[in-house]
């Protein structure tokens, strides 16, 4: 056999290297070939804007960008632009040229959209699946390269917010479907912090008791990347603070002065991921002696906000500490359907209705393809299931038995507006003072209390809601308009308090059954013993007299189940108690004059006669007059 020459050797050797170095290359290759995907997750305030750093492009990278709300109301837009101009310089310049074209007039749609081709490489709102925003940009020349994620139409006053998914595929296949896993190494670093947003601090005030040594005051959601500093200081007292930044499951995540050492404390956390439902706690640390430290204390909090630390910082921007979110309620009383005096309670149909507006349960419309959710009868249900504990779950505190919802609905609107209704049919517990029956003026009360801390919810009137219906059908009261008046009641020493709303109105008695059915029987009885007088056979007028207390007696036990057992004395019941003397006084004295006649004292009998004939009404005027001025 042949041997090989040289130069044949040099060339095969070269062949084999470059298979090796081929397949040493293949992984990385390949990879680029099937591209690379990534996939953010993240949450815009309104007004927000995120930029995103997209490193090391090359010329003819196929990048395409994806951008989909996933909570809220959020109406994603993106935008894509080169670096040459650093990023602050950039928001101000656009920012400054988007204020004149508003106040500039002319064609403020079509002037926007050469505003945005003139600063942006590549702009999106609306091209993906309803609200979602999407394109495909082919880089012009390799290098760095920005993306910009924020709220469309922030500009024209419609201020949308929530959570957001960003997809980025980068000569990868379409991934429209957004189905596809994560690929390859990351495409886009978020650059920290928020553009058009100021940074926000808030004071508050308060005082800390041995009573009550600590007082927790709920958060905003604070996005991930972003500081949270707090401080307090006394203002009185020797109380000495401590702070303590605790998650939603009141884990501690920083505290402050923990020792207890200075009359001051201060912390600052930077979010890894978003905080939501956290909460900053003001403690009293105890003193040497043992007893704790009491006073009055200052509070700042602040997002991004250093200056918070030193205690002179100035309020400014959006609230940091998490408002109570107003509740409001009205109550119409559509139909009183008994008043039950003995038992003390009443029966009525009433409608309900709440407003409240939550930024938790804003939505985008195109989730639904709709301008508000509507729940209606068995669907409230599903509401209930999608807000969670986000709605003033409430119950009525002197309610007695089952409430029978005859029907309920309920809506949210995009920005998170909502509103809960229910049409329903119940009995109440009163408190009926019966000191003055009949002639009473009673207060029916219904007691709405919220079930969360006035920390979250509070109920305020809802305006022009509330009233009674003239055709309520309650024919014993006069019924007057229905009052409401918000408070605040403590369940118990151990919980928080919370917001009740009372709907009560007042109602006196209509008197024309009682002036026919109790008092002109009652002044019968009254002038039938007083006609006994002038009948000069005495025998006659005992047995008139006997009747006339049987007819009482009997009378008063038609009455007593009217009214219920009481542990005082009504005015009726002194009434009745007066006649009912008054005629036992009548038959004591006719036998009384029956012995003096048998005895021969004629003359007597008939001078003492003489002057009860006219005595006796005064009398019995006198005593009901003297009941009179008891009780009223």
């Known amino acids: 056999m042949k041997s090989r020459s040289l130069p044949a050797l040099l060339v095969g050797a070269g062949v084999l290297l470059a298979l090796v170095m081929l397949v040493q290359a293949s992984p990385s290759t390949a990879q680029d070939q099937a591209g690379r995907v990534q996939r953010i997750s993240e949450r815009l305030h309104a007004g927000e804007v995120h930029a995103y750093l997209l490193h090391d492009l090359q010329a003819g990278d196929r990048l395409a960008v994806s951008m989909r709300a996933t909570s809220g109301n959020l109406d994603p837009a993106i935008g894509i632009r080169d670096t040459t101009i650093p990023l602050k310089e950039f928001a101000t310049q656009y920012s400054a040229d988007v204020q004149r074209l508003l106040t500039g007039g002319g064609n403020t749609q079509l002037g926007l959209k050469e505003l945005r081709s003139r600063y942006f490489l590549a702009w999106d709102d609306d091209s993906g699946e ?53 690929v390859g190494a990351p495409i886009a670093e978020r650059i920290q912090g928020a553009l058009g947003v100021a940074s926000s601090v808030e004071q508050a005030t308060g005082a800390l008791t041995a009573a009550a040594p600590m ?6 959601d604070i996005g991930a990347g972003e500081t949270l500093s707090a401080y307090v200081e006394a203002t ?58 009491e006073g009055d204390y200052r509070l700042l909090v602040g997002v991004n906000a250093p200056a918070v630390v030193t205690g002179q910082a100035q309020p400014q921007g959006d609230g940091v500490l998490a408002a109570s979110i107003p509740v409001q309620t009205g109550l119409k009383i559509l139909r009183i359907s008994a008043v039950d005096s003995p038992n003390e309670n009443y029966t009525v149909l009433a409608s309900l209705r709440m407003d409240w507006t939550d930024p938790a349960l804003a939505f985008s419309p195109d989730s639904c393809h709709c301008s508000v959710k509507l729940y209606s009868d068995k669907e409230v249900d599903r509401f209930l299931a999608e807000v969670g504990s986000r709605w003033p779950a409430f119950t009525f505190f002197n309610q007695l038995g089952n409430r029978w919802i005859q029907s309920r609905a309920a809506a949210i609107w995009p920005d998170g507006r909502a509103r809960y209704a229910e049409s329903f049919n119940t009995t109440f517990q009163a408190d009926f003072d019966f000191r003055k029956y009949p002639f009473d003026t009673q207060t029916f009360p219904i007691y709405l209390d919220l079930l969360y801390p006035t920390s979250t919810y509070t109920m305020t009137e809802l305006s022009g809601y509330s009233e ?34 009372t709907f009560s109105f007042s109602a006196p008695r209509h008197l024309n059954y009682y002036v026919l059915q109790v008092f002109l029987p009652i002044l019968l009885i009254i002038l039938i013993s007083w006609f006994t007088f002038f009948l000069r056979d005495y025998t006659r007028r005992i047995e008139a007299a006997a009747a006339n207390i049987l007819l009482f007696i009997a009378f008063s036990w038609t009455l007593a189940d009217n009214y219920p057992r009481l542990g005082y004395i009504t005015f009726l019941d002194a009434v009745m108690a007066v006649t009912f003397a008054v005629n036992v006084l009548v038959l004591l004295y006719n036998v009384f004059m029956k012995r003096l006649e048998n005895r021969g004292e004629d003359e007597r009998v008939q001078r003492i006669d003489n002057v009860l004939d006219w005595a006796y009404p005064l009398l019995y005027a006198t005593l009901i007059g003297v009941v009179v001025l008891l009780f009223f």
């Open 236 to 293: 009185s007292g020797n109380l000495v603070p401590v702070l303590v930044l605790r998650d939603y499951g009141g884990k501690a995540l920083q505290a402050g002065n923990l020792g207890g050492q200075e009359p001051r404390a201060s912390l600052v956390f930077t979010t890894t991921e978003s905080l939501a439902g956290s909460s900053l706690e003001v403690r009293a640390a105890k003193l040497p002696d043992g007893t704790l430290s």
């Open 130 to 182: 309803g609200y979602a925003a999407a394109l495909e940009y082919v880089v012009p020349a390799s290098g760095d390269y920005m993306l910009i994620a924020t709220g469309s139409l922030s500009a024209f006053g419609r201020a949308t917010s929530g959570d957001y998914e960003l997809l980025l595929g980068l000569n990868a296949p379409s991934f429209t479907d957004g189905a596809v896993a994560p």
């Open 468 to 501: 009674i219906d003239p055709a309520h059908g309650e024919d014993e009261f006069i019924i007057s308009d229905l009052k409401v008046v918000p408070s605040t009641v403590t369940p118990s020493a151990a919980d928080k308090p919370v917001s009740r709303m």
């Open 215 to 220: 007082a927790s005051l709920a958060l905003v």
